[in-house]
């Protein structure tokens, strides 16, 4: 019986494919089927892929990214370790710039395995790459049961986000290995990430309202308003990088624009007391002042504190 089931969506791969097989075909693990899908396809491939997939495990690979040699090895020994729906490990992230700077970077967890409430709690200081399907393993089990899919409507980003918070609320447990075993590239000439896409701000807008249905109800009443200021400020913040780190004409007037869409569309909904105000700064300085400017509409200032943190880190 085939274990793993690796879905590669392939979309004008033809410069990277080989790259991004060879590292699936020499893993140290051998009991896998590799799906190619053709990521254009309008008539039906993709969901006939995903549901003749055999495997206990379903995986995900991007056509121009690879997988380390481990890669399933380790991530399917920690799942039958513990029974766990789904496995995460870090990620190598290779970036290469217009003018040719090139910078790798990685992001690691801590080794840990997490319940289902214990990953809700901690739901704010998840790094980005735990919202990767690439870096994961998940239990086929899981995923058909609840009917877990990818967005249709969705097209520049943000398919991932909805998937990854769209099976929490029926996992058990899920793992975390503190090795890095997926090498993922950005090539920011070609890669959409660096092009500004009108309609990814309404996919933003459609996520945040999913984290809300998703997240509240598995929330503690009171530790709610907290947790509901820190990730709503997190959107916000989110919403800035992307119109001020692609090729957005006009940047800030865009993002000033982005923003109040944003706002109209995801008005914040709990009562800001001075008492939340305190404990959302004592979390993070950056969030208590974005949101304490986005309550007065200040775009101007968020962007420039956005510019100074940047700079800064930078």
């Known amino acids: 019986m085939v274990k793993a089931s690796i879905i590669m969506p392939v979309f004008n791969a033809v410069h990277y494919i080989d790259n991004a097989i060879e590292s699936i075909i020499n893993q140290s693990y051998k009991n896998f089927e590799l799906i190619i899908v053709d990521d254009g396809a309008t008539d039906g491939t993709g969901e006939k892929c995903r549901a003749i997939a055999k495997g206990e495990y379903i995986a995900f690979a991007d056509h ?58 901690r739901y704010n200081a998840l790094p980005i790459s735990y919202f990767g399907v690439w870096n994961t393993i998940y239990r086929a089990e899981t995923l058909k049961k609840y009917n877990i899919r990818f967005p249709e409507n969705i097209r520049h980003g943000q398919e991932d986000y909805f998937f990854n918070t769209e099976i929490i609320p029926y996992i058990h447990k899920v793992g975390f290995s503190d090795r890095v075993l997926y090498r993922h590239y950005r090539r920011l000439s070609q890669s959409t990430s660096a092009k500004y896409f009108e309609d990814r701000i309404d996919a933003m807008i459609l996520y945040c309202q999913k984290e809300y249905q998703v997240l509240k109800p598995l929330i503690s009443r009171n530790n709610w308003p907290l947790e509901y200021a820190v990730l709503y400020s997190r959107k916000l913040t989110g919403i800035m990088s992307y119109c001020l780190s692609t090729d957005a004409k006009l940047p800030e007037e865009t993002c000033g624009k982005a923003l109040n869409k944003f706002r109209s569309a995801c008005p914040y909904e709990e009562r800001v007391s001075l008492a939340l105000l305190v404990k959302v700064f004592q979390r993070s300085v950056k969030y208590g002042l974005i949101l304490i400017l986005a309550m007065f509409r200040q775009y101007p200032m968020m962007i420039c504190l956005w510019k100074k943190r940047r700079k800064i880190h930078d």
């Open 64 to 121: 121009d990214d690879e997988y380390l040699e481990d890669y399933l090895q380790e991530l399917i020994d920690l799942a039958e370790k513990d029974s766990l729906d789904m496995v995460k490990c870090g990620v190598l992230y290779e970036e290469t710039y217009t003018h040719g700077h090139h910078c790798s970077k990685k992001e690691a967890f801590q080794k840990t395995t997490l319940t289902r409430d214990e990953l809700v709690e």
